[in-house]
C-alpha cells in the first residue's frame, strides 16, 4: 500500500484479514494432551505468555495480560486441576509463588501456540523499534474503539 492512499483505502485492505486470521486460527485444533480442556482465549493467552517469558508469578501475569490478578488466579486454578500448570515457592521469597507449564504439557502447548509467535517474530522482526511501537499501538487503538463501537451499540 502506496502512503498516498485514503484511510479508507487502507482499512478495505484490512479489513478481511482479521476475519481470514480468526478462521485460519480456530481451525488450528488443539494437540491431543490439550484437546478436552476447552481451553478459552484467555487460557491461551495466559499459555502464551509463559511459553514466552517463563516461569512468572501470577501479578506478573496479569500485568502483562492486562487483568486483575484475581482472573489470573482463577484461570491458573483452572489450568492446575487440569495439569497443564504447576505453582512452586519462588525461592527468592518464601510467600511468592511461581507459575509454570507442566513438564507433560508444555510440548503440546509449544506445538500449539508457537507458530503464532513465530509468525509474528517474523512480520515484526526486519521493523524497527519505533515501527513496532506503531504497529502494537495501532492494535491497541483498534482494540479500544471496537470496543467503544460495540459499547455504543454500533455492533
Not at 87 to 110: F, G, H, K, N
Request: hydrophobic letters at 40%; aromatic letters at 4%; proline letters at 8%.
Amino acid at each position: 500500500m502506496s502512503t498516498s492512499e485514503s484511510t479508507d483505502d487502507a482499512i478495505r485492505e484490512l479489513m478481511p484479514v482479521l476475519p481470514r486470521l480468526v478462521g485460519r486460527i480456530k481451525r488450528l485444533p488443539p494437540p491431543e494432551r490439550l484437546r478436552s480442556l476447552d481451553l478459552t482465549p484467555r487460557h491461551l493467552s495466559l499459555l502464551s505468555m509463559l511459553l514466552l517469558d517463563g516461569p512468572l508469578t501470577v501479578s506478573q501475569l496479569a500485568e502483562r495480560l492486562s487483568v486483575a490478578p484475581t482472573t489470573v488466579s482463577l484461570i491458573v486454578g483452572e489450568l492446575t486441576q487440569k495439569d497443564v500448570l504447576r505453582r512452586r515457592a519462588d525461592e527468592a521469597d518464601r510467600r511468592r509463588r511461581i507459575v509454570d507449564l507442566t513438564d507433560d504439557a508444555r510440548p503440546a502447548v509449544s506445538q500449539w501456540l508457537s507458530p503464532g509467535a513465530q509468525a509474528w517474530r517474523e512480520a515484526l522482526g526486519p521493523l524497527t523499534p519505533e515501527q513496532r511501537r506503531v504497529v502494537v499501538d495501532t492494535f491497541l487503538a483498534y482494540e479500544a474503539a471496537f470496543t467503544r463501537a460495540l459499547d455504543r451499540g454500533n455492533g
